[in-house]
Protein backbone atom coordinates (compact mmCIF):
# COMPACT_ATOMS: atom_id res chain seq x y z
CA UNK A 1 0.00 0.00 0.00
CA UNK A 2 3.00 2.34 0.92
CA UNK A 3 4.74 1.86 -2.75
CA UNK A 4 1.12 2.28 -4.30
CA UNK A 5 0.98 5.66 -2.81
CA UNK A 6 4.24 6.88 -2.90
CA UNK A 7 3.84 6.27 -7.00
CA UNK A 8 0.58 8.23 -6.90
CA UNK A 9 2.22 11.01 -5.01
CA UNK A 10 5.59 11.15 -7.33
CA UNK A 11 2.62 11.20 -10.64
CA UNK A 12 0.56 13.84 -8.70
CA UNK A 13 4.36 16.24 -8.15
CA UNK A 14 5.45 14.93 -11.81
CA UNK A 15 2.33 15.80 -13.94
CA UNK A 16 2.46 19.68 -13.67
CA UNK A 17 5.84 19.51 -15.47
CA UNK A 18 4.91 16.91 -18.54
CA UNK A 19 1.73 19.02 -18.98
CA UNK A 20 3.94 22.47 -19.02
CA UNK A 21 6.66 20.80 -20.84
CA UNK A 22 3.47 19.68 -23.66
CA UNK A 23 1.99 23.55 -24.01
CA UNK A 24 5.80 24.64 -25.47
CA UNK A 25 5.75 24.67 -29.13
CA UNK A 26 8.12 24.15 -31.58
CA UNK A 27 9.92 27.31 -32.59
CA UNK A 28 9.93 26.91 -36.32
CA UNK A 29 6.54 27.21 -38.02
CA UNK A 30 5.99 26.75 -42.05
CA UNK A 31 2.92 28.09 -43.87
CA UNK A 32 2.11 28.01 -47.56
CA UNK A 33 -0.73 30.17 -48.92
CA UNK A 34 -2.09 30.94 -52.10
CA UNK A 35 -4.95 33.13 -53.12
CA UNK A 36 -6.51 35.89 -55.74
CA UNK A 37 -4.47 38.77 -56.19
CA UNK A 38 -6.36 42.59 -56.36
CA UNK A 39 -4.86 45.24 -58.47
CA UNK A 40 -4.95 48.22 -57.03
CA UNK A 41 -4.95 51.71 -57.74
CA UNK A 42 -3.22 52.47 -61.23
CA UNK A 43 -2.55 48.86 -61.89
CA UNK A 44 -6.70 47.71 -61.80
CA UNK A 45 -7.11 49.82 -65.03
CA UNK A 46 -4.41 47.61 -66.83
CA UNK A 47 -4.60 44.64 -64.80
CA UNK A 48 -7.01 41.50 -64.34
CA UNK A 49 -7.38 39.84 -60.85
CA UNK A 50 -4.50 37.96 -61.11
CA UNK A 51 -3.26 35.12 -58.09
CA UNK A 52 -0.40 34.80 -55.75
CA UNK A 53 1.26 31.74 -53.75
CA UNK A 54 3.84 31.72 -51.52
CA UNK A 55 5.38 30.65 -47.92
CA UNK A 56 6.36 31.51 -44.74
CA UNK A 57 9.26 30.22 -41.94
CA UNK A 58 8.55 31.74 -38.39
CA UNK A 59 10.77 31.69 -35.47
CA UNK A 60 9.74 32.61 -32.24
CA UNK A 61 11.42 31.24 -28.74
CA UNK A 62 8.92 29.78 -26.59
CA UNK A 63 6.95 32.01 -23.83
CA UNK A 64 8.05 35.23 -26.25
CA UNK A 65 5.55 37.36 -27.66
CA UNK A 66 8.17 38.30 -30.13
CA UNK A 67 9.78 36.67 -33.39
CA UNK A 68 10.86 36.92 -36.80
CA UNK A 69 9.22 35.67 -40.04
CA UNK A 70 10.54 35.00 -43.62
CA UNK A 71 8.58 35.29 -46.98
CA UNK A 72 8.99 34.43 -50.51
CA UNK A 73 5.75 35.14 -53.09
CA UNK A 74 4.91 34.87 -56.50
CA UNK A 75 2.38 36.59 -57.93
CA UNK A 76 1.14 36.52 -61.60
CA UNK A 77 -1.69 39.15 -63.64
CA UNK A 78 -2.86 39.50 -67.25
CA UNK A 79 -3.07 42.20 -69.10
CA UNK A 80 -6.65 43.52 -69.91
CA UNK A 81 -7.28 44.61 -73.92
CA UNK A 82 -3.50 43.56 -75.03
CA UNK A 83 -1.65 40.18 -75.01
CA UNK A 84 0.60 40.53 -71.69
CA UNK A 85 1.41 39.92 -68.54
CA UNK A 86 2.89 41.35 -65.33
CA UNK A 87 5.11 38.44 -62.50
CA UNK A 88 5.72 39.58 -59.59
CA UNK A 89 8.89 37.52 -56.92
CA UNK A 90 8.86 39.46 -53.07
CA UNK A 91 10.68 38.53 -50.61
CA UNK A 92 9.54 39.63 -46.56
CA UNK A 93 11.88 39.78 -43.77
CA UNK A 94 9.28 40.70 -40.83
CA UNK A 95 9.63 41.33 -37.20
CA UNK A 96 6.35 39.68 -35.52
CA UNK A 97 4.59 40.28 -32.23
CA UNK A 98 2.02 38.41 -31.37
CA UNK A 99 -0.81 39.67 -29.01
CA UNK A 100 -1.44 38.05 -25.86
CA UNK A 101 -5.03 35.76 -26.55
CA UNK A 102 -7.06 33.61 -24.23
CA UNK A 103 -8.68 31.85 -27.47
CA UNK A 104 -6.88 29.39 -29.72
CA UNK A 105 -6.57 32.25 -32.27
CA UNK A 106 -3.04 33.67 -32.68
CA UNK A 107 -3.44 37.45 -33.63
CA UNK A 108 -0.39 39.21 -34.31
CA UNK A 109 1.23 42.33 -36.08
CA UNK A 110 4.32 41.74 -38.35
CA UNK A 111 6.31 44.58 -40.60
CA UNK A 112 9.63 45.15 -42.05
CA UNK A 113 11.70 45.47 -45.22
CA UNK A 114 10.40 43.78 -48.68
CA UNK A 115 12.19 43.38 -52.00
CA UNK A 116 10.08 42.84 -55.25
CA UNK A 117 11.34 41.63 -58.59
CA UNK A 118 8.97 42.72 -61.50
CA UNK A 119 8.87 41.54 -64.93
CA UNK A 120 5.94 42.49 -67.43
CA UNK A 121 5.85 42.00 -71.24
CA UNK A 122 3.07 42.70 -73.48
CA UNK A 123 3.05 41.82 -77.14
CA UNK A 124 1.80 44.93 -79.44
CA UNK A 125 1.27 43.83 -83.46
CA UNK A 126 3.49 40.80 -83.38
CA UNK A 127 6.33 42.87 -81.40
CA UNK A 128 7.32 41.48 -77.82
CA UNK A 129 8.52 44.07 -75.22
CA UNK A 130 9.32 43.29 -72.09
CA UNK A 131 10.36 45.16 -69.04
CA UNK A 132 11.86 44.30 -65.41
CA UNK A 133 12.42 46.12 -62.36
CA UNK A 134 13.73 45.61 -58.89
CA UNK A 135 12.24 47.86 -55.68
CA UNK A 136 12.85 48.07 -52.35
CA UNK A 137 9.85 49.04 -49.77
CA UNK A 138 8.44 48.07 -46.36
CA UNK A 139 5.63 46.31 -44.89
CA UNK A 140 3.27 46.48 -42.05
CA UNK A 141 0.31 44.26 -41.40
CA UNK A 142 -1.07 41.73 -39.22
CA UNK A 143 -2.86 38.81 -39.11
Known amino acids: MKIR???FLALVTLAPFGTTRAQISNPLKVTLFGGAALP????QDDLKTGYTVGGALDFRAPLTPIGIRGELTYSGFDAKGVSGDL???GVNANLVYWLQNPTPAKPYIAGGP????QTG????SG?????SDNSWG???GGG
Not at 40 to 43: A, L, N, R, Y
Not at 127 to 131: A, T
Open 138 to 140: FNL
Open 114 to 117: SWSH
Open 40 to 43: VGDS
Open 121 to 124: SVSV
Open 127 to 131: QDISS
Open 87 to 89: KDV
Open 5 to 7: TAV
